[in-house]
């Protein structure tokens, strides 16, 4: 059951600069899945470049650096992609993405 209502409404609390700033990098993380999905690696590998150059450890840097690995792969960057595969089991030993980055980082 719903709380009583004092006939007030409440408003949602605005827009602030956390949530502008996850949805910035929320939009490059995008730019580089979109890019991905159309076989366009160095276009990914820019958006994720630009993510790492502007938020650096944001919120969304395992997702980045899981993506870099996808990325290298696709390019063809085999070497550059199990270092960066490596690096991402170091930071995180328990992530999320950890069969992605394997995946692509033992793709030949």
């Given at each position: 059951p719903a709380p009583p209502s004092d006939g007030k409404k409440v408003s949602p609390a605005p827009a602030?600069?956390?949530?502008?700033?996850?949805r910035e990098e929320r939009?490059?993380?995008?730019?580089a899945r979109s890019a991905l999905a159309r076989g366009a690696a160095d276009e990914a590998l820019a958006a994720l470049t630009a993510h790492e150059s502007r938020f650096g450890a944001g919120k969304l840097a395992e997702e980045r650096l899981a993506?870099?690995?996808?990325?290298?792969a696709k390019a063809g960057r085999r070497e550059q992609a199990q270092a960066l595969a490596q690096l991402y089991r170091l930071q995180y030993p328990a992530g999320l993405l950890r069969a992605l980055v394997d995946e692509a980082a033992e793709r030949p």
């Open positions: 602030g600069p956390v949530d502008d700033t996850l939009s490059l993380v995008d730019q993506l870099q690995v996808v990325a290298l």
